[in-house]
């Protein structure tokens, strides 16, 4: 088995240098391998995990999985949901790992979601959204820049060698029609994809793809970026818009979380077909191992109901699936905030359900003992752009000044861009809190009282009320969490951020953020953090 620059061989050399002769198939000339022995590969040393996991991709491979990413995927059991034009491609992650008494196989059940649209599709809608007559001008800056945002970051598998490829960028000088240097002779684009592939290109003037090279291209002799067709690139992954989508959710749900039987219905399924595929059997034979046909089996531990604690010391103890929704029902919350000052901010086009909002959220806080007062005079904005919603933020902060405790914004749509602009504006520039809605889920009357519900508790969370607690039996306790964001677009910027309990309920936080240069996960201000929340 040959890895990078090592050989590893099951028998042992018959002598500490080997020489091999052999022909070149580029040539008459002839090629000396040097093999040397270095020393015996023990359970120990690193590369002995390595071996293994080697041999387990060597099995994945000869299963017919497809490699995408670092995991391996089944398109023969693809799972079509034609009514959102997604596939799911069932999949397995695995690793080779020493545990307490022996080396296992760990095996976890993924799926890649394919969406059915390409690139190209991706572009037209885009072009057709925006009432644009010629459809193939790239350069209209606004258009580009949506296409850009659409596509640049996402994964997409290439249609011809199902290869997948990160979009670092759109060439929109490029198109199928350039040419380029192919052992001495110039070919455009779409003659190589018709003659090395069978793959005919159907729009000549689409713009093309940017792939930056990654480390193991570069390894391989990759320097230039790799160009790829829109046409060819089927995307992958969810959109924003299609995680908002609760049909579309719910029908991915139904394959996505399935319960522990299934799971393991699945996993002997894997088993099974790892053991008698005859290839796979003859490569495990030849170096001697073997996997168990059944999975591990260990003792579990069922931890007790922890008790909720609402306020006036209610206790809810939570039902077999832990869960506690109920108990929003009749119980108050812990600690409330009451909430006099604040202002409904919503365009025209939303103001409809502003008085059926408030009276029910006026409705579901009483017995949860949070009280909301009448908000004040309702605050319209000319339309429901971004930047309309910005200036609307600025409006009533500078009419309210610090009096308003809270931002209630209502958005026509789920608008990521929107939502953006509003938390930037309230939280950045006023520090004041804010709570966005949708206005869509306002039309659903049944479901209605439970969003509302759900509303006046993150509401008084942020007011810097306690929904709920738990007993904890350490005292004088601070918990503390760390994360850091690395930013894509700015290289070697990232941000780490903090936050602490500061009460012996264990519900109410201080945060803060830090910049740092380095790509590290753990910041080198993390010391300066904690004593702004200790203090």
């Not at 890895?3 to 000396?32: M, P, V, Y």
């Not at 017919?64 to 089944?74: A, V």
């Not at 760990?106 to 007559?133: A, M, P, W, Y």
């Not at 003659?191 to 291209?217: A, N, W």
Request: hydrophobic share 35%.
């Amino acid at each position: 088995m040959i890895n990078a620059t090592d050989i590893i061989n099951i028998s042992f050399l018959t002598a500490n240098e080997t020489l091999f002769l052999q022909s070149s198939k580029c040539g008459r000339e002839r090629i000396e391998l040097n093999i040397r022995l270095v020393s015996e590969l023990r359970p120990t040393d690193v590369m002995y995990l390595q071996l293994f996991n080697i041999l387990v991709r060597k099995c994945l491979e000869a299963m017919n999985l497809e490699e995408m990413g670092r995991h391996f995927y089944d398109r023969h059991q693809a799972i079509r949901i034609n009514a959102h034009k997604l596939e799911l491609w069932p999949g397995y992650k695995t690793s080779m790992r020493n545990h307490e008494n022996d080396i296992l196989l760990g095996v976890e059940i993924t799926h890649k979601v394919l969406r059915l649209d390409s690139c190209l599709d991706v572009i037209n809608n885009i072009f057709h959204r925006s009432n644009d007559q010629v459809r193939f001008k790239y350069i209209i800056s606004n258009i580009s820049n949506r296409v850009k945002h659409a596509l640049v970051g996402s994964i997409v598998m290439t249609s011809y060698n199902r290869k997948t490829y990160r979009i670092d960028d759109i060439e929109w000088d490029m198109n199928p029609t350039k040419t380029f240097d192919m052992q001495g002779k110039e070919t455009s684009f779409i003659e190589y994809f018709k003659t090395k592939y069978g793959q005919t290109i159907r729009d000549p003037h689409q713009p093309m793809l940017v792939s930056r090279p990654k480390k193991k291209d570069l390894h391989r002799g990759q320097a230039g970026p790799i160009l790829l067709i829109p046409e060819l690139c089927q995307m992958t992954g969810l959109t924003d818009e299609m995680r908002a989508n609760n049909q579309l959710m719910r029908a991915l749900a139904t394959h996505l979380h399935t319960d522990p039987s299934a799971r393991v219905a699945k996993l002997n399924d894997f088993m099974h077909r790892l053991q008698t595929i005859p290839t796979i059997v003859e490569e495990l034979n030849r170096w001697g191992l073997k996997f168990e046909r059944k999975l591990v089996e260990l003792k579990g531990h069922v931890i007790p109901k922890e008790n909720i604690l609402f306020g006036k010391r209610t206790l809810e103890v939570p039902n077999d699936r832990y869960d506690w929704n109920s108990a929003f029902r009749g119980k108050p919350m812990y600690s409330s905030v009451d909430l006099k000052h604040w202002v409904v901010v919503t365009p025209g086009s939303a103001a409809w359900c502003v008085e059926k909002m408030v009276n029910n959220m006026q409705r579901v806080s009483r017995p949860l003992e949070f009280n909301i007062s009448t908000p004040m005079p309702l605050h319209r904005i000319s339309s429901d752009r971004p930047n309309d919603y910005a200036k609307g933020v600025d409006d009533v902060m500078n009419q309210y000044k610090n009096s308003l405790q809270l931002l209630f914004v209502i958005l026509p749509k789920q608008a990521n861009d929107t939502y953006a602009a509003v938390k930037k504006r309230a939280t950045l520039e006023f520090g004041v809190p804010s709570q966005c809605f949708v206005a869509r889920n306002a039309q659903n009357d049944k479901s209605l009282m439970s969003i509302c519900t759900k509303l006046v508790v993150q509401m008084n969370a942020k007011l810097g009320g306690e929904p709920w607690t738990v007993l904890i039996p350490l005292k004088k306790l601070m918990v503390v969490g760390f994360d850091v964001y690395h930013c894509g677009k700015r290289k070697g910027s990232s941000v780490g951020a903090m936050v602490a309990t500061t009460s012996a309920s264990y519900a109410k936080y201080f945060s803060t953020v830090s910049h740092h240069s380095s790509r590290d996960e753990l910041s080198d201000k993390v010391g300066a953090d904690f004593m702004k929340g200790h203090n």
